[in-house]
């Protein structure tokens, strides 16, 4: 990827296909999903994609071998309801953690509403990276006191 890579786990969201009419040996195998949601382990995983700037929904993809069969167009529709998915669930994105990247890295794009939301959620790592305090004044006991001597 370039750069800095994440050190903590990430997830990964995906959408799984009912193969149960042709998986499963004909049907013989039907997903129940009263068990749902589902959590599935991989090893040795190996993705193939492209980079997509989710501000421009355009895609940044080398002219690879193999990378001419990877379907890059997401639809108007699909995409308003990634972005409504984004707003409800996400609550962390490395991309705009000032505390563990004062610049954010390469492969990240910004997009200021998902900045002000996060910053919404969380000041301290999606701010300046300090805690904020209230607008109050504190006095010290010195100061207090030559008050209440000088009344």
């Not at 090893?43 to 355009?58: K, T």
């Not at 997009?111 to 910053?119: D, I, S, V």
Request: glycine share 8%; aromatic share 10%; charged share 25%.
């Amino acid at each position: 990827m370039g750069g800095d890579f994440p050190s903590k786990p990430m997830t990964l969201y995906a959408t799984i296909w009912d193969g149960s009419d042709w998986a499963t040996n004909g049907g013989k195998y039907r997903v129940n999903y009263k068990y749902a949601p589902y959590i599935a382990e991989f090893s040795d995983l190996v993705l193939h994609g492209c980079a997509v700037d989710p501000i421009e929904h355009m895609a940044r993809c080398d002219n690879a071998e193999g990378s001419e069969g990877i379907p890059t167009g997401v639809t108007r529709v699909q995409r308003i309801k990634m972005e409504g998915f984004r707003k409800k669930h996400m609550t962390y994105s490395y991309c705009y953690d000032h505390i563990r990247y004062k610049v954010p890295p390469s492969e990240c794009v910004i997009n200021p509403l998902e900045a002000e939301r996060l910053r919404t959620f969380d000041p301290v790592t999606f701010g300046n990276g300090r805690r904020h305090h209230s607008k109050r004044h504190h006095h010290s006991r010195s100061s207090q006191a030559k008050v209440t001597s000088s009344i």
